[in-house]
Each structure stands twice: as structure tokens, then as C-alpha cells.
């Protein structure tokens, strides 16, 4: 999976870097200072990542766990965000981070225990129950089995009630998720099976993730679904009708945690790429314009139109209404 592996000295020893290198058996190890030092150095073309990957084993600095911005999960709870890596293996040809780093190698930090210390910190700090989301940069669970550190999460999760956690996917890799709890929250990435052919490039198909999804709920485990990007095509609502009932027969709408609902968006920057790395992509035949926050996504009217029209077909299956939000809807992200 990787041409070669970086370690940075100061984690080589830590155990989370030895289970890592011990699962992935590379002999092609080399032990740097920092992966700044190489990581971004000079601009790696997005797409080598199909067969000129590297991985980097390094240790987070700064600031470990940030608030969110606002509309990025349920109104009503503060809501945090950590970085554990940085790229996926994934293509999804509108993804963000194809425009957002200059390189596509995998980053895994390995040092979870003081992500984890910071997260006791804010939890012991706050009177009220809050979020942490995880997945920011990265697809949660499609490398747990290597990264192996989901433990650390559920033990965190185990001690500390108020505190929910968000785990975001794409993908089903979901070995590492052994007991449900009340504050856990398996999240998944959904899009009507076109779109996920057309767009979600080397993700799971729709139906193995409706089944993966089904597993979870018959165990007992939260479930939210993030309807999101959703990309407009000539039988958009149609198309949507029946995903969602297909939905509904792995896992009753009304008992899904929150739905998130929101339409396909760019910084010029991620744009740029996009246009470079997949020209025949659909999308490019989509009526996006460029706003004054510099955002490249559909008008405000048609914006309102998708997304509500997708709320009212998710209403209709009797979920509770506050379940149901407009993600990032008013910000210039
Ligand atoms: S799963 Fe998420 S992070 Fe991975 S390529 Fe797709 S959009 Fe990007």
C-alpha cells in the first residue's frame, strides 16, 4: 500500500508508531527529524497517490483539539474537532483535500494520548454534554485497522458520558468499533448509488455501505448520515426517493441520530484541482458560480431548493425534525 515509510524520531519508539509498523510489515523505513521537512516540500501531483503513496508517522503539535465552525453539527452543544491524520485513500473527485494539501502521502499521529489528554481537559472544563468529531482531514475508519487507535477513543468515550464522539466514513472497515455506547456516534457519508459510482471514486458501493450500516444498528451502535455533497442531476429528486427508501429498509430514518444535508462546494483552490485531476467528471457540467466569499457552489435559490427538497423526503419518514440539519450552509468554508 506504501512505497515507503517515514518515522519521526522523537514518536519511533512510542507504541502506537511499533503496532503500526509491526501491521504493515515495510521493510522501506526511513527515520526523519520532522515530516515537515519533507511532507509539502515541493508539490506532489494529487493522483500519484494511485501508485506512489507514502506514509508518515509523526507526532501532532499545536493546538490538538479546535471548536468547530458554526452549522457543523447539532445546534444546541459545543462542538470540537482533532486531527489524528492528514489525506485518504479515497477518491472522491470533489474532495476538499485535493486542493487543500500539496501532497497526498498519508500523515498518521500517533501520539493519541495527548489528543486524548486535551479532549479530558475541554470535558472537565464544560458543565454541559459536547461533541468531538473526528475525521476532519482524513476518513475515520478506512485505515483503523493499521492506525489502531480507536481503543483510546472508547475508553475516553467509557469515562467520560458527557462527551460524544463522532466517528465520520466512507468507508466499512468497521472491526475496530467492538461495543456499542451511548456516546458514540458511527457516521456515515451517503449519496444515491449514481453518485457514488460517478463521484465517490474507489469507495465502497452503496449497498455494501447500507449493509455495514444495518450490522452497526442491529448491534446497537449510533448511527448519523451526512447527505452530503449532494450533486444535482436530471432526476435529482426521483433518485433521492428511492435512495432514501433503500435507506430506510437497513435502518428505520426515524431512528437515525441526525442527518445532515448539504450541496457539493469548492474553494477556488480545491476547484483548480478538481478541473486539473478529473476533467471528465460530471460535474463540470453543473451551473456552479463563484460567490462573493469566493466559493464555488450552486446560486442561493437553487442551493435552498436541493436541500430542502432532500429534507422534506427525509422528513417524511417521521425522524424528528431537530435531527435534521443544513451542514455549513452559512459559512465561507
Ligand atoms: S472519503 Fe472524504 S476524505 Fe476521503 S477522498 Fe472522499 S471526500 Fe476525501
Redo the contacts with the bound molecule.
Keep these: 500500500m506504501f512505497k515507503k515509510i517515514f518515522v519521526e524520531k522523537s514518536i519511533s519508539q512510542h507504541p502506537q508508531t511499533k503496532k503500526i509498523l509491526n501491521k504493515l510489515n515495510n521493510k522501506n523505513v526511513q527515520i526523519i527529524d520532522s515530516y515537515q521537512d519533507y511532507f509539502e516540500k515541493v508539490k506532489k501531483p494529487y493522483l500519484q497517490k494511485r501508485n506512489n503513496l507514502n506514509l508518515f508517522l509523526a507526532k501532532k503539535k499545536g493546538k490538538l483539539v479546535k471548536e468547530t465552525p458554526n452549522a457543523y453539527g447539532l445546534s444546541g452543544e459545543k462542538h470540537f474537532y482533532f486531527i489524528h491524520a492528514y489525506?485518504?485513500?479515497?477518491?472522491?473527485d470533489?474532495?476538499?483535500?485535493?486542493g487543500y494539501f500539496n501532497s497526498p502521502d498519508i500523515i498518521m499521529f500517533v501520539n493519541h494520548d495527548d489528543i486524548i489528554k486535551e479532549m479530558q481537559k475541554i470535558t472537565d472544563k464544560s458543565e454541559d454534554g459536547l461533541w468531538f468529531h473526528a475525521?476532519e482531514?482524513?476518513?475515520s475508519l478506512?485505515l483503523s485497522h493499521i492506525s489502531q487507535e480507536m481503543d483510546q477513543y472508547l475508553e475516553f468515550l467509557r469515562n467520560n458520558k458527557k462527551a460524544k464522539l463522532e466517528i465520520r466514513?466512507?468507508?466499512v472497515n468497521t472491526k475496530a468499533l467492538t461495543t456499542p455506547l451511548d456516546n458514540l456516534y458511527i457516521s456515515f457519508?451517503l449519496s444515491p448509488e449514481w453518485a457514488i459510482k460517478e463521484h465517490?471514486l474507489?469507495?465502497p458501493p452503496l449497498t455494501t455501505r447500507l449493509k455495514a450500516i444495518n450490522k452497526l444498528y442491529e448491534k446497537g451502535f449510533k448511527i448519523g448520515i451526512h447527505l452530503d455533497p449532494i450533486i444535482y442531476e436530471e432526476n435529482f429528486k426521483d433518485n433521492y426517493a428511492n435512495f432514501l427508501k433503500e435507506l430506510n429498509q437497513h435502518i428505520p430514518i426515524n431512528r437515525i441520530e441526525y442527518i445532515s444535508i448539504g450541496v457539493v462546494r469548492f474553494t477556488s483552490d480545491v476547484w483548480r484541482e478538481v478541473k486539473n485531476n478529473y476533467p471528465q467528471s460530471s460535474i463540470h457540467q453543473q451551473e456552479l458560480i463563484k460567490g462573493e466569499n469566493g466559493l464555488i457552489r450552486y446560486n442561493k435559490p437553487m442551493r435552498n431548493w436541493i436541500m430542502n427538497t432532500v429534507k422534506e423526503e427525509v422528513l417524511n419518514y417521521k425522524i424528528e425534525p431537530k435531527k435534521v440539519y443544513l451542514c455549513m450552509e452559512d459559512l465561507s468554508l
Design positions: 489525506n485518504c485513500i479515497y477518491e472522491c470533489y474532495c476538499y483535500l485535493q475525521g482531514f482524513s476518513d478506512a466514513t466512507k468507508s457519508s465517490d474507489k469507495t
